[in-house]
């Protein structure tokens, strides 16, 4: 192997390892606003780095600008749309989970 192929498998692996990282987040998580911040975190670290490593993985050709602009694109994106829902969140007032004193 060569070595930009290990450092692919690195970037998916790791990718892969944050999305379902995130995935135990949503599941595991006590209310909404803590899951968003976990999936809009782990979401566009995890996809940027599979895409990354996809991009890596395939070489220098066209394929790998449209992964690499396709990563741009949900680097954007996700962030501005975990914001969007949560503002909406905050605007119907969804009121965050509080740790109860016994």
Do not use: Q
Not at 63 to 83: E, G, R
């Amino acid at each position: 192997m060569v070595a930009i192929d290990i450092i692919a498998i690195i970037f998916i692996s790791l990718g892969v390892f944050v999305l379902i990282v995130g995935t135990i987040g949503l599941l595991r998580l006590p209310d909404f606003y803590t899951r968003m911040h976990a999936i809009g975190k782990c979401d566009t670290l995890g996809l940027a780095m599979v895409l990354v490593g996809l991009a890596l993985y395939e070489g220098l050709t066209l394929l790998s600008a449209k992964l690499l602009l396709i990563a741009v694109f949900l680097f954007i994106a996700n962030a501005t749309a975990t914001h969007a829902i949560t503002r909406a969140a905050i605007k119907t007032s969804m009121v965050p989970w509080t740790k109860k004193e016994d």
